[in-house]
């Protein structure tokens, strides 16, 4: 497939909020939680980009950098950094908005990798990305350094 798509064709935001229903024993948000909203948030970027039913492959690199709490709303910013033949990275940022002050916090990153299925259920090519801007071209570049630096250490494991 030579089809081009840049990010911004495909990038998408949610916006949830802290329920005591989805707390861990902190009071805080339950990490699970978050986890089940990027892998949506994914699932929507690379479903938008390929026009396929997606699978999820791989969620190597996440990183729970603040937590958040009950009544205080999360955003879910996620867009896609590359693709392969059949697969795509997304990469997903979460922040916690206090509704009360305004204030964003960044709480959550995330890299996944989808892979999109024909009607047969096999891999599928997909468009190439066409990073257009400065933020698009940095996440394309690290995009690939993380896939590759992932293919040697699998290769280096027995
Ligand atoms: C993902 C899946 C379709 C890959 O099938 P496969 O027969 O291994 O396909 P291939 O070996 O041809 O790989 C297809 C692509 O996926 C990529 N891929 C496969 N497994 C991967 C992994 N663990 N991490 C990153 N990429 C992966 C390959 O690199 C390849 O990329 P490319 O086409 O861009 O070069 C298959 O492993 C699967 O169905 N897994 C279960 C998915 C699932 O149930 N997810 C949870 C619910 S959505």
């Known amino acids: 497939m030579s ?28 990490g699970g939680k978050i986890m089940a909203w990027i892998d949506i948030a994914g699932a929507m970027v690379a479903t938008k980009h390929c026009n396929n039913p997606v699978v999820t492959a791989n ?47 960044t709480t959550t990153k995330a890299y996944l990798t989808f892979v999109a299925l024909d009607e047969f259920g096999k891999p599928v090519a997909v468009p190439k990305v066409d990073p257009k801007t400065e933020d698009d071209k940095r996440r394309f570049e690290n995009a690939k350094k993380r896939k590759e630096a992932k293919r040697s250490l699998d290769a280096s494991l027995s």
Request: hydrophobic content about 35%; charged content about 20%.
């Open 3 to 30: 089809v081009l798509k840049s990010p911004s064709e495909s990038q998408i935001q949610m916006r949830e909020m802290v329920m005591p229903g989805d707390t861990n024993i902190h009071g805080t948000i339950f």
């Open 59 to 105: 969620i190597s690199d996440i990183d729970f950098i603040s937590p958040i709490k009950v009544g205080h709303h999360v955003i879910i910013k996620a867009s896609i950094n590359y693709a392969g033949k059949s697969s795509m990275v997304i990469g997903v940022k979460v922040e916690s908005e206090n509704p009360y002050t305004g204030k964003v916090r």
